[in-house]
C-alpha cells in the first residue's frame, strides 16, 4: 500500500489498516484522525503536521519515522516502536504509550501532559523543555534522558526495589518536579541543579550521587 491509497480509502470512510505497510511514505500535514494502524510498518514515515489524533497505533513500527508538530493527542502507542523518531514540538495530551519503546528519540518541547508512559523504555531520549505534568511515569527507564527545563509536576515516577524509574545520569537541570511522586525512583548520578523540588515526593528514593545545587 502506498500513501495515495491509503488516503483515498481513508476519505472514501475506511478507519482500519492493520498491519499495513508503509515503509518510507510520505504522509505529512496529512488527516488521519482516529485511523487504527495497528501493528503497521511505519518505518521512516514522514507524518510531519499530521493529525493522528486519537488513532489507534498500537504495536506499531514507528522506527525512525518524522512526527514533527504532529498532533497525536489521544493516540494510543502501547507498545509501539518509536525508536529514533523525531517528535519535536509534537502534541501527545493524554496518549497511552505504555512499554513503548522511545529510546534515542528527539522529543524537545513535546507536550506529553497525562501521558501514559508506565513501563516505556526513554533512554536517551531528548525531552528538553517537554511538558509532562501529571504524566505517568511509573517504573519507567529514563535513563541519561534529557529532561532539562522540562516540567513534571505532579507526575507519577514511583519505582519499586528492583523495578524502579530508572533516571541514572539522567539530566534534570532546572526542571520543574514540584508535587511529583519520586518515591523509590533511583536517582542515582542525576543532574538536579537549579531543580523544583518543592512538594516532591523522594521517600525511599535511592538519591546518593546526586547532584543538586
Known amino acids: 500500500m502506498d500513501a495515495d491509497e491509503l488516503l483515498k480509502r481513508y476519505a472514501a470512510g475506511e ?3 492493520y498491519e499495513a505497510n508503509l515503509i518510507g511514505a510520505s504522509l505529512s500535514e496529512a488527516f488521519l484522525s482516529h485511523i487504527c494502524l495497528v501493528c ?12 493522528l ?8 513500527n514507528l522506527d525512525s519515522a518524522c512526527l514533527l508538530l504532529a498532533d497525536l493527542n489521544g493516540a494510543d502507542l502501547s507498545s ?20 513503548a519503546n522511545l529510546g534515542d528519540t528527539k522529543m524537545i518541547g513535546v507536550n506529553l501532559t497525562g501521558a501514559k508512559l508506565y513501563m516505556a523504555n526513554l533512554m536517551e531520549a531528548n525531552l528538553i523543555e517537554a511538558c509532562l505534568d ?10 541519561e534522558v534529557k529532561l532539562r527545563g522540562a516540567s513534571l509536576r505532579k507526575a507519577n515516577l514511583r519505582g519499586a ?3 524502579e524509574s530508572n533516571l541514572q545520569g539522567a539530566d534534570l537541570r532546572e526542571a520543574d518536579l514540584r508535587g511529583a511522586n519520586l518515591s523509590g525512583a533511583f ?19 535511592i538519591q546518593f550521587c546526586i547532584r543538586q545545587v
Not at 511505519?42 to 499530521?50: M, Q
Not at 501529571?134 to 535513563?143: F, R, Y
Not at 542515582?188 to 531543580?195: D, I, Q, R, T
Request: charged share 20%; with cysteine.
Open 15 to 17: 478507519r482500519n489498516f
Open 40 to 51: 503497521a510498518n511505519l518505518k521512516d514515515v514522514n507524518l510531519a503536521s499530521a493529525d
Open 53 to 60: 489524533s486519537w488513532a489507534n497505533l498500537i504495536g506499531a
Open 80 to 99: 509501539a516502536n518509536l525508536t529514533r523518531a523525531k517528535l519535536t514540538g509534537a502534541d501527545l495530551i493524554q496518549a497511552k504509550l505504555e512499554n
Open 134 to 143: 501529571e504524566a505517568d511515569l511509573e517504573k519507567t527507564n529514563l535513563s
Open 161 to 163: 526495589f528492583l523495578c
Open 187 to 205: 536517582l542515582c548520578g542525576a543532574n538536579l541543579e537549579g531543580a523544583k523540588l518543592e512538594g516532591a515526593i523522594l521517600s525511599g528514593a
